[in-house]
């Protein structure tokens, strides 16, 4: 069964203060792992899609990694409106077959940047 | 900028009455999901249809129904609403022609059931 944990549930940093989110996950034969940003009262956000291992993207502040194991969400120089919940989720390739699209999603990290 | 709308935001009923949740897209998307999450939990799919007159229930049993009869529609039932309904439900759409699509989220509708 495909699993995706995230840690730390909550981070809490002060404006400029660099950090990483990580995003573990267990799955059968990766497609792709995503990364959404989601506000209170709100839908999720996409925010990148990653493929295989030694991949990295970047936007803004934001940058994602993807390990065989694990994809890290870097932070850097957070500001106050880089506040909000970030989810991880998998796509695994057994998923193809069928309804394709089909993701795991991990718990989530409440991040709190303060000015 | 994805196109994607759920009615109503929040919702409060009692217990025993039938509901529906709307959504609706507007990017012609084939594919389209229900997802539920409560505070600070996963989401969990709940329906999802491949396109028109195609549903199917997802990870998480649901005693909620779906129909899918436009390509832009994609209503979700309770026949009879319960205080363990209580939750948010999203939902969602992607492109059918690319696999590694995105999904695109509404904001989703708050059900409290009292």
């Known amino acids: 069964e495909d699993q995706v944990t995230q840690s730390p549930e909550a981070l809490r940093l002060q404006e400029g203060e660099s950090s990483s989110l990580n995003c573990s996950y267990t799955?059968?034969?990766?497609?792709?792992l995503f990364w959404y940003r989601q506000d209170p009262g709100k839908g999720p956000e996409f925010l990148f899609t990653?493929?295989?291992a030694g991949e990295e993207k970047e936007k803004e502040r934001l940058k994602a990694t993807l390990t065989k194991k694990e994809s890290f969400l870097h932070i850097t120089a957070p500001k106050p409106e880089d506040s909000a919940t970030y989810l991880c989720?998998?796509?695994?390739?057994?998923?193809?077959?069928?309804?394709?699209?089909?993701?795991?999603f991990g718990g989530g990290t409440r991040l709190m940047v303060k000015p | 900028e994805a196109d994607i709308y759920q009615t109503p935001r929040y919702l409060v009923i009692g217990t025993g009455k039938k509901i529906t949740l709307e959504c609706s897209q507007t990017?012609?998307?084939?594919?389209m999901y229900w997802y539920q999450q409560d505070p600070g939990m996963e989401l969990h799919l709940i329906h999802y249809?491949?396109?028109?007159?195609?549903?199917e229930k997802g990870d998480l049993s649901s005693e909620s129904t779906v129909s899918r009869i436009r390509t832009e529609h994609f209503p979700l039932t309770l026949e009879s609403a319960r205080p363990s309904h209580t939750s948010q439900y999203l939902c969602?759409?992607?492109?059918?022609?690319?696999?590694?699509?995105?999904?695109?989220f509404g904001n989703g509708t708050r059900l409290t059931v009292t």
């Open positions: 969602a759409s992607s492109p059918q022609i690319n696999r590694n699509s995105p999904l695109h």
């Open positions: 799955v059968s034969g990766l497609r792709g």
């Open positions: 990653l493929y295989s």
């Open positions: 989720a998998v796509q695994a390739a057994a998923e193809e077959n069928n309804a394709g699209n089909m993701l795991t």
């Open positions: 990017m012609g998307h084939d594919k």
């Open positions: 249809s491949y396109g028109v007159n195609s549903t």
